[in-house]
């Protein structure tokens, strides 16, 4: 570990202080005033209820204080002058919560809050609910993704799927319905942030496409993040997926059963001791081989599986304890090997387990959230019996954040400390390369976010102090977000430094290539490392995105975005001939960016949105050989995700009990690397004979990137209906997935020509039954 | 008018935009590969050191598909341009250790000194592939007596017009440690690449045996066979190079195959893809006088 000079860390440590008294300043300030705090949650079920305002008056009627309670239910009120004041708990749908409450100067109250549901404003709720999420409504790259939203798009089963959801934005590529990549933005899937309950997660995307490890059962909210995310997510370049999942229902013991030639799904969820304990469990498992690949003229050879669970309490009532577990696994055979080898098959497994306690203490006003959490992922690529690449990472995360409120300011600050240990063995074509590292300190982060609001302007600088492994002094990463409200308009922008330690290495000369090894940048002082081309340099963007959304009426609401990436210290792999992947990685530097826009439609009984994005992404990658090959420095190329062109569009109606929901999307063609032939390649270095020197093939591409595959284009269409009785519901779906049987190419083997293509035309029929 | 100029200008970009995605998203079908006129690579060494010439043949194929034991179906002559002579090449059959099957064509003669060979290659409904090598000169190595001012060199003259010089080095033989020679005696190669100089008539190198010692010293040391109160007793020194036709040039002087593997990378084949050279091994060993070795910092008993 390299001495720092004293001036530095200083300067650091003067940093470190500032940021922390500035995370402190609103507890200080609450200092000699009332604060309440509490959870409002549904008392039908004891679920959280977000979004729930709570007001509280003074006694002669003036509003004083006021909040809304976040994803979990939670509030917290502070700098209340003593008295009595008037306490109103509302929420759209459910009955309002009146009490009166006399507080005493530095009394610290906790008060819990169940809403009775108003059967009359149901219909209401989903109103609300389609207004704060929607397909319209972003904010700067964030959008807020509810269940509901996830169940309008057709897909071969009866439940919604955060997948079938993601490849329907605008800035989101997917190579197509297999292969359980998502490139959001011009960003790879290995510089995405994804999260379920704040434990990470590298590769939670199916191997089909339509299905990941959140589907809508499970699912309490989704936050996405395009880019210009804040401070209190670090250590990736291109996005955020952070997906909070529900509590089992605490009164009584709900689940559902479906199936489908798809997949098959069981939830079940109670209360293990009432009001205090609940579970939430639940299953999938794809039904491909025994289901929709014997009627359509296609094997699926696909399968996978995922098994989600969630334990949550009521330690106190001033906190929540819960414990989330999720564990999958995806296998699937991607055509044949080279030269008739065995056919490449690929499988993942998830793990992760992950403990909160959120708290509000009656002695701080603040909410504080504790956390540790252990993911990893396990990869493993070639013939079935004996994969010639697998690569594993695992993550021990301790983290605490804390909200600290104020009347009209917020601020947010955390800790966040990694361990991380990587392993990859790269056999085979892949020059059997072993490399690792034991779980190590990976990264120690602090963050501070405060938000300040002033009427309709809301802003949200932060920093975010991150430690890394790679070198002692800590890496500054400044974030802003900000929105301003006029009326029916909405202007919002955000920006900020953005680096990454671990990165996910890939063949780019295929998107389609699912196996990702996983590394870190080395210190640049090892004497092992002086060669390694990463040796201290981060993986770094910048991002800038500013947007307008305009909701003239209730039924109408557009909007329009435009952003830019600036990055820097990728490493890719070396351009190379030969038929494999190599190692030799290169510095590379890039860009993204693009516009999109969003219009959606509300009006009863029609529902509709229609997406468009632009987008250009260009990497300029610096190898040695580029000039000797192609009399050019560096080597400027589109790469396999820069898809230029996407459109999506939705079109649902609600008639007689019928929803009827119809699809299509457009996404014009991507970027792939076009041969000239095939030959062999003998190292010519000695005068000797060549029948005694290794031949290798060898592949003869015309310049990098230069074909662009067809366009993809694909309408799918679905009609539900859901039967209610006493205490259960049966819900009946009809779908037809690329009802026109499109062929949309998903993988071609440019060494082959062997071609897979994504789902034909598939018709398909699904039940769910669910109970309560 | 303006505004309806614009618009109709915007109506008509839209219009065209539409027409595009929509006659491209109508296509399904990929040209993935592109295809060649050009119709072998070749990959082979010329040499009058060996009876027999060999040169491997990959057929320009538009699959990778599973190599087969079965024959290329293509005609491989050379002709000696110097003489005329022309030889039919034989066709052979070899598993690598992957067990892909590669074509090696072969032909029992001698390349002789100087002259230029070329090499065609005919397939079926193939255009005809073809490379010339060149054969460099029967060159001699002379020693030169060495010389000592401040340090001990000692030149050596490469004798004939040969073209380039690869894999230049001079190996030292020493003894490292008292006791019999056998089991204390090692070679230590010295990089010489790149240090040959063209002169009328051929090249020089000058050995530098002082630099060369400090050299040993250090490799020695890092083997763990450096003994101080011992140090190192030259037994002799050879110069070992290729003498090679002038397309053997890989870029900076190094063969490495990441980039040689490039199509197009140090290829002299005219419709083909490959590389074909032509050239012989050069050594020569010699021992210095005692007083030189001793100058040099070797010991001589």
Redo the contacts between chains.
């Keep these: 570990m390299s001495v720092l000079p004293f001036k530095r860390t200083l300067g650091v440590a003067q940093l470190t202080l500032f940021v922390f008294v500035l995370g402190l300043f609103p507890v200080l300030s609450h200092a000699q005033q009332a604060t309440i705090s509490g959870f409002v949650t549904d008392a039908s079920d004891g679920q959280p209820l977000e979004g729930a305002n709570i007001l509280l008056e003074s006694i002669s009627g003036e509003t004083v204080k006021g909040a809304a309670a976040d994803q979990d239910g939670s509030y917290l009120i502070g700098g209340i002058p003593s008295g009595r004041h008037a306490l109103t708990v509302s929420f759209i749908g459910y009955e309002v919560y009146r009490d009166t409450l006399e507080l005493s100067e530095d009394e610290a109250r906790t008060v819990n809050v169940g809403l009775a549901p108003d059967e009359e404003a149901l219909e209401e709720v989903l109103v609300e609910a389609e207004g704060t999420a929607g397909a319209a409504r972003v904010n700067a790259g964030h959008q807020e993704i509810r269940p509901r939203d996830l169940e309008r798009i057709p897909s071969p089963d009866v439940a919604g799927d955060l997948a079938s959801y993601l490849s329907t934005q605008p800035g989101v590529v997917s190579v197509g319905d297999r292969g359980g990549k998502v490139f959001i933005r011009g960003g790879e899937p290995s510089q995405n942030i994804v999260q379920l309950d704040g434990m990470p997660l590298y590769q939670p995307f199916h191997v089909l496409g339509f299905y990941s490890a959140f589907p809508s059962d499970i699912i309490s909210n989704a936050d996405i993040y395009a880019g210009g995310y804040g401070s209190q997510y670090g250590g990736a370049l291109s996005s955020v997926i952070d997906v909070s999942t529900r509590t089992g229902n605490k009164k009584g013991f709900a689940g559902a059963v479906s199936a489908s030639p798809f997949i098959s799904t069981a939830r079940l969820e109670g209360p293990l001791i009432k009001d205090r304990l609940s579970l939430i469990v639940s299953g999938r498992r794809s039904m491909l081989d025994h289901g929709a690949s014997q009627y359509i003229d296609q094997p699926l050879l696909f399968s996978f599986s995922d098994v989600f669970a969630k334990l949550h309490s009521k330690p106190t009532e001033a906190s929540r304890l819960w414990i989330t577990g999720l564990k999958t696994y995806d296998r699937g055979t991607l055509g044949k090997g080279?030269?008739?080898s065995p056919a490449q098959e690929v499988r993942w497994e998830n793990q992760a387990i992950g403990l909160h306690y959120l708290i509000l203490p009656r002695w701080l006003p603040v909410k504080a959230d504790l956390s540790i959490s252990r993911s990893g992922l396990t990869s493993e690529f070639g013939p079935p019996e004996k994969p010639v690449r697998s690569s594993s990472i695992n993550t021990t995360r301790l983290a605490v954040d804390a909200t600290f409120p104020g009347e009209s300011y917020e601020v947010a600050a955390g800790w966040t400390i990694d361990f991380v240990g990587l392993e990859t063995h790269l056999g085979g074509m892949f020059q059997n390369i072993e490399e690792g590292s034991p779980p190590t300190l990976h990264q120690i982060a602090y963050y501070v976010a405060p938000e300040f609001r002033w009427g309709g302007f809301a802003v949200r600088p932060g920093v975010r102090m991150q430690f890394y492994n790679v070198r002692f002094d800590p890496y500054l990463e400044p974030r802003l977000r900000m929105s301003w409200d006029v009326g029916m308009h909405h202007f919002s922008a955000a920006g900020g430094l953005y680096q990454q330690e671990v990165v996910g290495l890939s063949d780019r000369r295929d998107a389609a290539n699912v196996f990702t090894a996983w590394t870190n940048i080395p210190r640049r002082e090892d004497d092992e490392n002086k060669n390694d081309v990463r040796a201290g340099r981060l993986a770094r963007a910048w991002h800038g995105i500013a947007g307008y959304r305009v909701r003239p009426n209730r039924w109408f609401e557009l909007s329009v975005e435009g952003y830019y990436k600036e990055l820097s210290n990728l490493f890719i792999s070396?351009w190379?001939?030969?038929?494999r992947l190599?190692t030799?990685l290169q510095p590379a530097t890039g860009h993204s960016y693009g516009a999109e826009t969003r219009i959606e439609l509300q009006a009863d009984p029609f529902y509709g949105y229609i997406n468009y994005g632009l987008s250009f992404t260009r990497y300029q990658a610096r190898q040695?050989?580029l000039q000797?090959?192609y009399g050019t420095e560096a080597l400027d190329f589109r790469p396999p995700h820069d898809r230029r062109?996407q459109v999506n569009s939705l079109l649902g109606v609600t008639l007689y009990g019928f929803d009827l929901n119809l699809q299509w999307a457009?996404g014009?063609?991507r970027p792939?690397s076009?041969?000239?032939?095939?030959?062999?390649?003998?190292?010519?270095?000695?005068?000797?004979?060549?029948?005694n020197?290794?031949?290798?093939?060898?592949?003869?591409y015309?310049k990098p990137y230069n074909?662009i595959?067809?366009?993809y284009?694909r309408l799918d269409v679905s009609l539900e209906r859901t039967f209610v009785f006493d205490a259960a519901e049966l819900t009946l779906q009809g779908s037809l997935i690329n009802a026109y049987n499109?062929?949309n190419?998903f993988y071609?083997n440019?060494?082959?020509?062997q071609?897979a293509d994504q789902l034909p035309l598939v018709p398909s029929i699904g039940l769910k039954l669910a109970f309560e | 008018m303006r505004l309806l100029l614009w618009l109709s200008e915007r109506t008509v970009f839209f219009l065209a935009l539409l027409f595009v995605l929509l006659t491209t998203g109508c296509e399904e079908d990929v040209t993935a590969i592109l295809g060649t006129e050009k119709a072998f690579t070749l990959y082979g060494v010329l040499t009058p050191q060996a009876d027999t010439q060999w040169v491997r043949v990959y057929p320009v194929e538009e699959r990778l598909e599973p190599t087969r034991a079965e024959s290329l179906n293509a005609s491989f002559t050379s002709t000696d341009l110097t003489t005329g002579q022309v030889k039919t090449w034989q066709d052979s059959l070899i598993q690598e250790e992957d067990g892909r099957y590669s074509h090696v064509f072969w032909a029992p003669f001698r390349a002789s000194y100087g002259h230029a060979y070329r090499l065609e290659v005919s397939g079926a409904d193939k255009a005809t592939t073809r490379v010339e090598a060149n054969v460099p000169p029967e060159t001699e190595i002379v020693v030169e007596e060495p010389r000592s001012l401040y340090d001990v060199r000692q030149l050596v003259k490469i004798q004939g017009k040969v073209p380039r010089l690869l894999k230049l080095m001079v190996v030292y033989e020493v003894k490292y440690k008292s006791g019999p020679s056998a089991q204390s005696v090692t070679e230590v190669p010295i990089s010489y690449e790149g240090k040959a100089s063209s002169v009328d008539g051929g090249w020089e190198i000058e050995v530098l045996l002082s630099r060369d010692y400090q050299d040993i010293r250090e490799k020695l040391k890092a083997r763990g066979l450096w003994q101080v109160g011992y140090g190192a007793r030259l037994f002799g020194i050879t110069a070992r190079m290729m003498a090679v036709n002038k397309p053997w040039n890989p870029p900076g002087g190094k063969f490495d195959p990441e980039v040689l593997v490039q199509p197009g990378t140090m290829s002299n084949v005219n419709n083909g893809f490959g590389f074909v050279g032509a050239g012989f091994h050069l050594e020569e060993s010699w021992l210095p006088d005692d007083e030189y070795v001793e100058k040099a910092g070797f010991r001589t008993d």
């Design positions: 080279v030269e008739g070396e190379t001939a030969f038929p190599t030799r040695a050989s000797l090959w062109h457009f014009s063609g792939f076009r041969a000239i032939g095939f030959d062999g390649f003998v190292l010519v270095d000695d005068i000797e004979n060549v029948a020197s290794p031949g290798n093939r060898r592949v003869i015309e074909g595959l067809p366009a284009h499109r062929r190419i071609l440019v060494f082959t020509l071609r």
